[in-house]
Each structure stands twice: as structure tokens, then as C-alpha cells.
């Protein structure tokens, strides 16, 4: 029921920027907190940025002062903007929704609701 839909990856360069743009549908957007993770190839799914529903946000430090998590609440939709990327970026990046209305998730288990995932391959 609960739908996300993941858009804006591709090809870029290291040292550019991407923005990343997630829709959500089929529960009350603004009463959930909103969280990005990433899967790079051959290891597991990490968090990357979470944001409350007032728009407060949380971070890993791998991505720290390049990402920018934001939301829109009148178009349902989640962004992460992502400056001065590296070849270490590259990854599926997923959105998520948790489960409750914990105000900056970022652990997984925490999440109940995830996008098909967005590929960012970030070139050298």
C-alpha cells in the first residue's frame, strides 16, 4: 500500500552533483520521518541521511557537509542532493519510510517501507 518511488540517478563525474528525488504515497506524508540508505557493490545496505518531520536532519559522516536531505510535504516527496561526489558513492541509493513515528530514524529495523532503488555510479 505504502508506495516509493525512487528517481534522478545516473552517470556523473567525481566532483559533481546530483540531486535524487523520492515520492511517496498511500500514508500521511507529513507524519513520517523520511530516511536515505545506500547498497554499494559487494556490501551491505548503510545509512545515509534521515530527515523529521519539521526537517530536521541527520547524517552519516561519510556523506556529512556534501549531502543535503530535504522535503517537500505538498508533493510527498523526499530529495538528496549530493555534492562533490566520489567514486566511493557509487551505490543503489534507496528511500525509506519507518514504521513509527520516531523523529530521525537510522537504524534499518526502524524502516518499514523502501523504494526499488535508484542507481548513482559516480566516474573517476
Known amino acids: 500500500q505504502v508506495q516509493l518511488v525512487e528517481s534522478g540517478g545516473g552517470l556523473v563525474q567525481a566532483g559533481g552533483s546530483l540531486r535524487l528525488s523520492c515520492v511517496a504515497s498511500?500514508?500521511?506524508?507529513?507524519?513520517?520521518?523520511m530516511g536515505w540508505f545506500r547498497q554499494g557493490p559487494g556490501k551491505e545496505r548503510e545509512f545515509v541521511a534521515a530527515?523529521?518531520?519539521?526537517?530536521?536532519?541527520d547524517y552519516a559522516d561519510s556523506v556529512k557537509g556534501r549531502f543535503t536531505i530535504s522535503r517537500d510535504n505538498a508533493k510527498d516527496t523526499v530529495y538528496l542532493t549530493m555534492n562533490s561526489l566520489k567514486p566511493e558513492d557509487t551505490a543503489v541509493y534507496y528511500c525509506?519510510?519507518?514504521?513509527?513515528?520516531?523523529?530521525?530514524?537510522?537504524?534499518?529495523?526502524?524502516?518499514?517501507?523502501w523504494g526499488q532503488g535508484t542507481q548513482v555510479t559516480i566516474s573517476s
Open positions: 525509506a519510510s519507518p514504521r513509527f513515528y520516531t523523529i530521525l530514524p537510522r537504524l534499518q529495523n526502524e524502516f518499514a517501507y
Open positions: 530527515i523529521s518531520r519539521s526537517g530536521t536532519t
Open positions: 498511500g500514508r500521511t506524508f507529513s507524519n513520517y520521518a
